[in-house]
């Protein structure tokens, strides 16, 4: 078995020698000296070449878009920019049905005109975030405080008015 390893390494590296003849005259055309390790380098390079220049032909030129599963820059763009405007389009078409409800329970008499306002129903459409509305307690505590100041400043007002209306 060492033989036979041996004998297949001796062989890589034998000289060979490739002779292009004409077949009428016999006359030598070109010759190369070869050895089987140069011809499965070349071949190995050769491969990995066309591999290198296929893959760079189809990743930046326009050609990927013939492979199935890529589309056209120009198709995500165009996608895009329609996603946005359907978005643009629903949310004003709520407004619009929002605004066209409230105008038909003004004219069933279901709603007073006095209450009835463009930016109050627009209002209504927009969706509200959820915050938090609990008060806390520094809250209640500014609450109360400044409802003190304005009983001790309603007590002290009266007089003044009266003042200012003799």
Not at 20 to 26: A, H, P, R, S, Y
């Amino acid at each position: 078995m060492a033989k036979k390893k041996f004998d297949f390494r001796k062989k890589l590296f034998i000289k060979n020698r490739l002779v292009i003849l004409n077949e009428d005259t016999f006359e030598e055309i070109f010759s190369f000296k070869l050895t089987l390790m140069n011809v499965f380098v070349i071949f190995s390079l050769g491969g990995i070449f066309l591999i290198l220049i296929t893959t760079f032909i189809i990743a930046f030129t326009p050609l990927r878009e013939f492979i199935p599963g890529y589309s056209s820059s120009q198709l995500k763009k165009n996608a895009t920019e329609l996603a946005i405007k359907s978005d643009s389009l629903e949310t004003a078409l709520k407004k619009n049905e929002a605004y066209i409800k409230g105008i038909q329970k003004v004219l069933r008499g279901e709603l007073e005109y006095a209450k009835f306002n463009k930016d109050s129903i627009l209002a209504e459409v927009d969706e509200p975030s959820e915050v938090n509305m609990t008060a806390s307690e520094e809250e209640i505590k500014l609450r109360e405080e400044v409802a003190k100041e304005e009983k001790q400043s309603g007590e002290k007002s009266p007089s003044k008015n009266k003042s200012d209306k003799k």
